[in-house]
């Protein structure tokens, strides 16, 4: 499991920390120590394990805690247009543009919503 977790890239491993009468808390906790990559160790249950970050689910019930209210607008990211000025986007708008430009690029039709979205991104950037 370590070879494969340092091959993949792995940040994070995790697994159960038991199956039947197999202990595999063990194995996890050999899995990261053998790779460089690794830097979180999780546990899926049904026990929790020293050092792991519980994710079981039995254990990841919701709270009656309330959430902060958020006020209802949309984010918005700014830059410069050449001449200085500061220009507003909504980053739905943005990521939108982003993702249609994406979309048709090597394509040899363009839409007017890539024009469009062409024009956007290059007022940001």
């Known amino acids: 499991m370590g070879a494969i977790a340092s091959s993949t890239g792995c940040a994070a491993v995790m697994g159960p920390t038991s199956y039947a009468a197999v202990d595999l808390e063990a194995a996890v906790f050999e899995a990261a120590a053998s790779s460089e990559m690794v830097r979180f160790v999780a546990t899926l249950g049904p026990d929790q394990a020293d050092g792991a970050i519980d994710l079981a689910p039995e254990r990841l019930r919701p709270t009656d805690a309330k959430l902060p209210q958020l006020p209802d607008s949309r984010p918005l990211v700014g830059a410069l247009t050449s001449a200085g000025e ?15 430009l994406v979309g048709t690029a090597g394509s040899p039709q363009v839409r007017t919503s890539s024009r469009h979205s062409r024009r956007l991104l290059s007022q940001v950037w």
């Open 86 to 100: 500061p220009l507003f986007h909504e980053q739905s708008a943005l990521l939108a543009a982003a993702l249609d």
